[in-house]
């Protein structure tokens, strides 16, 4: 059997003299098996022989054992004992360990079944260990006992402090609060064990922030510990709060935390006018609601305690003036409510009341929360422009007025006491047309141009109003033409009209319907009466018939119409307004005659109509499309390489990059044909630029290819210059001929095929050279193989 214990509590375990075995009484074996003995009941004594009886087999439970945290010494600290009942302690017993930290937090004595902590506990980090503890035979390896599982727990110290773990804080509380406002509370939190001692056990306390503040040492809860705190003298108030375990005993451990309560503001200030008298003036030109000036209550409030309502309660100006309140800086705004005369009134007195909107009952007795100061405003006197009156004038006019006809009498004075004379006339931007004129002394509006209803409706001009001894002052009116209708336009079709009627119609049928318009807008509407033209009364082909709805229908009056007898009939239409005088214009409607199916649908209005096969679809079409672009875009390819085909060449040894070969279809005259080209301005590109010499007999043959000479290519300076010269002339003279210019060419020079063809050095050549391979140089060099190619004995050309 196993027992366990401390050093402290072995004596007493050993001294029962008996070997426990347990059979479910965990309650019996938690107090024999735990680290402190307790004495047996006399009724657990006898449940306890009735059990040792009773044994079927053996077993047996380990209790827990209890260690110190924090342990500083440097020896391993002893935890406890373990001991089976078979060891003999002659050492044939060997103890293991296993489990949570053996090994590693925890070692045995496999020889005693002593337990040493080895390694630092720490409650906080983990608060027990749960191991497991067997005795085996040292000799054999067998297990003299199974294996039994048992737990050591950390006994706690107060090695922490109290912690607040959302400090620091951050509260506010209204100003002139009770005493005992709630404001906010904090907690601390200790990591100490609190079932075990007073270690976990925290009081409050206020370090700063007395005598405005207080906290319950149990809860936290910060209170408001003075009245009437007032904001405006003391916004902003910094508390430091203590929380300390052991229940605040000396030797706890403390921790603090700040705390930053602020006053938020109430309604317990009235506002006030600095001033009682505010002195203001305004010109009597003054638009409305322009700014006269502006008054303000000061508020030591803030927010929405410090919003401020002007009005208006008295005063000889209520009707003239108007305040409005700034939301933004809270001031009152007096503004022009009506347009002011210098000439009627000079002053006015108004008595303005700033008030706060938002009151609060409690506070009611330290106002009241409303004050009132008076405005003097005077009108200062101005040169004002000339008034119309009426402000606006609206005309209507018909549009077949004649020119020179007074349409209205437009009337301005000059409101100053001086009433000088006025001069009319007519902004010209408004009427660019100049449709009207106005007369300049009596302001009479007249027609200038006729008035055309269906081009421009409405006119709106502005008739200026200038005084006579001051020019600068003018001003305006704005004048409203309407212009009348009356019948001047006959109705017309509303658009061209060209029907057709089928070869299979029959009598009566619908072939068109035919509408008009009438630029003309009648009181009462429009309405057209159609009829056929008096010389197609009579028509045999064709009636119609009005619909009373502004529209026709052309119906057929036979038949039997053939293409090839008449394809087209043209039947003038008459057509009427309903105005006064009547207008009447007259309208052609062009009929086609058309081969139909059975259901009249249109298959062709022209005899000679070719109509592709119906079997012949879209795609076949394109599919033809297709193959007549390709073939032509392969006829264009071969053309193309034909064209740039080349025969080879065999390159001479010899080079010259001083001539050119240029062909024409007439013979050159050698050294004296001086016409081509100054071969001396080769040698000085300078006298290129000065002297240009155009060649007018002769066009070259062939274009220039320089741009498909090989990029190896090397010329000489002087040429290299020479040839830029030339361009840049050819480039700037837009009309230069193209031909007096430098040509180079694929078939001869430095860089080409056949080298050079030059002459000059062939002096120092060997007179028996050979010229037969001119005769694989192609036709192009046909002619210098017939002069220089070698001949047999018949003649014949090698």
Not at 439 to 450: F, K, N, Q, W
Not at 524 to 543: K, V
Not at 626 to 639: D, R
Request: hydrophobic share 35%; with cysteine.
């Amino acid at each position: 059997m196993w027992t366990s214990g401390r050093m402290s509590n072995a004596k007493n375990l050993f001294g029962l003299g008996v070997s426990l075995y347990f059979w479910g009484l965990m309650d019996l074996a938690t107090t024999v098996l735990s680290g402190s003995a307790r004495p047996l009941t006399e009724r657990q004594e006898d449940n306890l022989s009735e059990k040792l009886h009773q044994r079927m087999k053996r077993s047996w439970v380990w209790n827990q054992f209890f260690v110190l945290e924090e342990y500083t010494g440097t020896d391993p600290l002893y935890v406890g004992k373990l001991h089976s009942d078979m060891d003999r302690g002659d050492g044939s017993i060997k103890y293991i360990l296993s489990g949570e930290g053996a090994g590693i937090v925890f070692t045995i004595d496999d020889t005693t079944g002593d337990i040493h902590a080895i390694q630092r506990l720490d409650r906080e980090e983990r608060s027990q260990y749960t191991l497991r503890a067997q005795a085996l035979d040292r000799r054999t390896g067998r297990p003299m006992e199974p294996e039994s599982e048992f737990i050591i727990k950390i006994q706690d110290i107060n090695d922490n402090e109290p912690k607040f773990l959302d400090g620091p804080y951050v509260a506010s509380v209204p100003e002139m609060s009770p005493v005992g406002t709630s404001v906010i509370q904090v907690t601390a939190t200790d990591a100490d064990d609190p079932t075990y001692g007073n270690s976990a056990r925290v009081v409050y306390s206020i370090l700063q922030g007395q005598p405005y503040f207080s906290v319950d040492s149990r809860t936290g809860l910060i209170r408001t510990a003075l009245m009437n705190m007032d904001r405006e003298a003391k916004e902003y108030y910094e508390v430091i709060i203590q929380a300390k375990d052991m229940g605040g005993q000396l030797g706890g451990l403390a921790g603090t935390t700040t705390v930053n309560i602020t006053l938020s503001d109430v309604n317990d200030n009235p506002p006030r006018f600095p001033q009682k008298h505010y002195q203001m003036s305004v010109l009597e030109s003054a638009p409305i609601s322009s700014t006269v000036g502006r008054v303000v209550a000061k508020d030591l409030d803030e927010g929405i305690n410090a919003e401020m309502k002007y009005s208006l309660v008295d005063g000889d100006g209520l009707d003239v003036f108007d305040i409005n309140t700034d939301p933004n800086y809270q001031v009152g705004i007096i503004t022009v409510r009506k347009p002011l005369s210098f000439e009627s009134k000079k002053s006015y007195t108004l008595k303005v009341e700033g008030a706060n909107p938002h009151l609060e009952m409690r506070f009611l007795n330290l106002g009241p929360f409303r004050d009132t100061t008076t405005v003097h405003i005077s009108v200062e006197d101005v040169d004002e422009p000339p008034v119309f009156e009426p402000s606006f004038y609206f005309v209507e006019v018909p549009e077949d007025v004649e020119i020179g006809t007074t349409i209205q009498k437009i009337s301005a004075k000059d409101p100053d006491v001086t009433n000088n004379s006025i001069r009319y006339s007519i902004d010209r931007s408004s009427d660019p047309g100049r449709f009207f004129y106005v007369d300049i002394t009596s302001g009479a509006l007249m027609t200038a141009r006729p008035l055309d209803r269906e081009d421009v409706s409405w006119h709106n001009i502005t008739v200026l109003a200038m005084e006579l001894n001051n020019p600068s002052q003018v001003g305006s009116v704005a004048v409203t033409v309407k212009v009348l209708d009356v019948n001047d336009n006959a109705p017309e079709f509303a658009r061209f009209y060209e029907g057709f009627v089928c070869e299979n119609a029959k009598a009566g049928q619908l072939i068109q319907t035919v509408s008009a318009i009438d630029r003309d807008d009648p009181q009462e509407g429009q309405h057209f009466y159609y009829s056929l033209a008096p010389e197609a009364a009579n028509n045999p082909n064709f009636t119609l018939r009005d619909n009373q709805d502004n529209t026709a229908w052309i119906l057929t009056r036979r038949s039997g119409f053939r293409q090839h007898e008449q394809n087209t009939f043209y039947l003038p239409i008459l057509i009427s307004d309903n105005g006064r005088p009547v207008l009447s214009t007259t309208g052609t409607l062009t009929v086609h005659v058309c081969s139909c199916d059975d259901d009249g649908m249109v298959m062709s209005c022209n005899a000679e109509a070719y109509v592709l096969p119906i079997s012949l679809s879209r795609g076949a079409l394109i599919a033809i499309l297709a193959c007549i672009f390709v073939l032509l875009v392969l006829v264009l390819l071969i053309l193309s390489m034909r064209r740039q085909r080349k025969q080879p060449y065999i390159i001479d040894e010899e080079e010259n990059i001083h001539e050119n070969i240029v062909r024409y279809d007439d013979e050159g005259g050698g050294e004296e044909d001086t016409e081509a080209f100054d071969i001396a301005a080769m040698w000085n590109p300078r006298e290129a630029q000065l002297v240009v010499k155009n060649r007018q007999d002769m066009l070259p043959e062939i274009e220039s290819l320089s741009r498909y000479v090989p990029q190896a290519c090397v010329m000489d300076n002087n040429v290299h210059n020479y040839v830029l010269a030339k361009l840049y002339e050819a480039d700037m003279d837009l009309w230069a001929p193209p031909f007096d210019s430098l040509q180079t060419y694929m078939f001869e020079g430095n860089g080409s095929v056949a080298e050079s063809l030059s002459s000059l050095q062939s002096v120092t050549t060997d007179s028996d050279q050979s010229y037969d391979y001119l005769t694989d140089w192609g036709p192009r060099f046909k002619k210098l193989a017939e002069m220089y190619g070698a001949t047999d004995s018949s003649g014949a050309l090698w």
